[in-house]
């Protein structure tokens, strides 16, 4: 899917910043993945396995950062954070609704020698 | 003479990195660490030593290089956490501004028309297409894995069509828009729809500059399918529930479908449409013609 192209993206940039920066050998990504991305992290872990071999990133691992969503209840106006997506209030048993948050997909930083 | 340990040797000249911001110095004050320092003699001849010294918040002492850049100490291989804090899809994600610049400055607006593959896109375009009648300018591009047959479905409606094809790619990105629009005179287009790949979820990472996401549900995928695929109906500027003429058959809850759109969409207006038998279209038209007349 397109975790495959997302991928790309990530290791383009994250070399682009690895040449910046002097270094030649990048030990970690850490990828900050909203509840609304749209990327599955086990994906993403799947693609990176398959487009490392033969870069600078050849030997490093993947860090997910998920993101929580802030929710409200329609029925009790209450509102939580929650790291999945979830329609029913676990108070009341109403409708609940995403109000912010979630669609976060970002490079936040790497470990580089 | 080496200034730093007095080992009697000139050193070639230094560059002072200063960019780091004020502070990132003061963190190493007071720990001991070990340099590898290069000298040239006066006959060119080379010479490397190590030394080792600490640091104190009084004593000035210059490094040959920043703390921002990977540089190794005598003996050990430094492993430096480097903050980056960038969008992954940052050249998408520029690419589709430019193309939401281009089509504010044409005074067009564009129309991202996402659902699952068989939800009636095509269809609903070519009515619509059809009951605009040229009254609105409009033109459209297509994304499909391969052929033009919904482009050759599209033509002869009164708008311009571009058919992109994606290969294996199972979304359109904004550089495809780019090139489609290329194609476009988009001064004389009022509304640019975009059909794009029948796909409800990687279309949905991807900004193609447009001025709406619109998402089609056609009646017989089910209740819950905005609670299965919330990304791509989050944002959604309007939802529209197609093949109605098909309700009874489907035996589809339509007031529990639009509860769940609801919950994922707050802010969507939901149209309910037959593409097939008109019911509905005119709610539909009568929305893009006022879209038509207040551009921005």
Known sequence: ?113 | MCENCGCGHVETFKVIPMQDAPGENARLAGASHQHVHEHVDADGRRYTHVHSHSHDATALHEHTHGHGEIHAHAGEELIQTVPVHLPILIKNDRLAERNRGYLNATGTIAINLVSSPGSGKTMFLAKTLELLNGKVSAAVIVGDLETANDAERLRGKGAPVVQVTTGTVCHLDAEMISSGMEQLDLNICRILFIENVGNLVCPASYDLGESMRVVLISVTEGEDKPLKYPPIFRGARFVVISKTDLLSASGIDIATLRRNIHAVAPEATVVEVSARTGEGMQVWIAILNSLGENPR
Do not use: Y
Request: aromatic content about 6%; hydrophobic content about 40%.
């Open chain 1, 1 to 113: 899917m397109h975790e495959i192209s997302i991928m790309q993206d990530t290791m383009q940039l994250a070399i682009e910043h690895l040449q910046k920066s002097g270094g030649s050998e990048i030990h970690s990504i850490r990828i900050r993945v909203g509840l609304l991305s749209g990327v599955v992290p086990e994906a993403m872990e799947f693609a990176f396995d398959s487009l490392k071999a033969g870069t600078p990133a050849a030997n490093a691992t993947l860090e997910f950062e998920k993101m929580p969503g802030l929710f409200c209840c329609q029925s009790c106006g209450k509102d939580e954070w929650l790291d999945c997506m979830e329609f029913q209030c676990s108070g009341c048993g109403g409708l609940l609704v995403l109000r912010e948050g979630g669609a976060d997909l970002e490079l936040t930083q790497m470990k580089i020698s």
